[in-house]
């Protein structure tokens, strides 16, 4: 129960809502900032729902998209650093 409250805490809210002033910040349009946090969150949901049935489990997933989750918000503050 715990990984999914710090799910909530993540960042990747903050990602989703900011997205078009972030990546208009990193001189990428804003749209196509949108539609790169859309498109990359349903491959995330498509790729977890098609590992699911072949007994991953629920944490398994929900550990492994936290740590991918986490490389992936550092490296989107490395790149919007420079």
Same mark, same amino acid.
């Given at each position: 129960?715990?990984? /999914?409250?710090?799910?909530?805490?993540?960042?990747?809210? /903050?990602?989703?809502?900011?997205?078009? *002033? =972030?990546?208009?910040? #990193?001189?990428?349009?804003? %749209? *196509?900032?949108?539609?790169?946090?859309?498109?990359?969150?349903?491959?995330?949901? =498509?790729?977890?729902?098609?590992? #699911?049935?072949?007994?991953?489990?629920?944490? %398994? =997933?929900?550990? %492994? /998209?936290?740590?991918?989750?986490?490389?992936?918000?550092?490296? %989107?503050?490395?790149? /919007?650093?420079?």
């Amino acid at each position: 129960m715990l990984i /999914a409250v710090f799910n909530q805490f993540s960042g990747i809210n /903050a990602i989703s809502i900011y997205s078009t *002033t =972030l990546f208009a910040n #990193l001189g990428v349009s804003a %749209t *196509t900032g949108s539609i790169v946090v859309g498109v990359s969150q349903v491959l995330g949901c =498509l790729l977890g729902g098609a590992l #699911l049935p072949f007994g991953f489990g629920y944490k %398994t =997933l929900m550990v %492994t /998209a936290e740590i991918v989750m986490g490389v992936l918000l550092l490296l %989107t503050a490395i790149f /919007a650093e420079k």
